[in-house]
């Protein structure tokens, strides 16, 4: 099982990114997986999470209206769509997977699998 999580950068206040998380080993509809995030000197925070059986999503309250968790079967690709980005949300992305579900995931964010981040920095 390897999770690849892409597409971090530098963003304006306000601005967009959209995460990948490529996933090889497995298929999507086996796992939960979940994003989740980490700034330097905090603890991790749950950010949002796709079950494996039926596509459901979850959000932290933090990012909820502004974030978005997808996948793309085909691809065996999650995605996370982050707009109206705030400098809050600066930190390391990774993405996880199996998790003991989505929603306890939210709380703690851990899972069986994760790979290495991605940076996403908010500043003017």
């Known amino acids: 099982v390897q999770l690849q999580a892409s597409g971090g950068g530098s963003v304006q206040p306000g601005g967009s990114l959209r995460l990948s998380c490529a996933a090889s080993?497995?298929?999507?509809?086996?796992?939960?997986i979940g994003w989740f995030r980490q700034a330097p000197g905090k603890g991790r925070e749950g950010v949002s999470c796709?079950?494996?059986?039926?596509?459901?999503?979850y959000y932290a309250d933090s990012v909820k209206g502004r974030f978005t968790i997808s996948r793309d079967i085909a691809k065996n690709t999650v995605y996370l769509e982050m707009n109206s980005l705030k400098p809050e949300d600066t930190a390391n992305y990774y993405c996880?997977?199996?998790?003991?579900?989505?929603?306890?995931?939210?709380?703690?964010?851990?899972?069986?699998?994760w790979g290495e981040g991605t940076q996403v920095t908010v500043s003017s």
């Open positions: 080993g497995f298929t999507l509809d086996a796992y939960d």
């Open positions: 796709i079950s494996g059986a039926d596509g459901s999503t």
């Open positions: 996880a997977a199996d998790p003991p579900s989505c929603r306890a995931f939210i709380v703690v964010p851990v899972g069986h699998y």
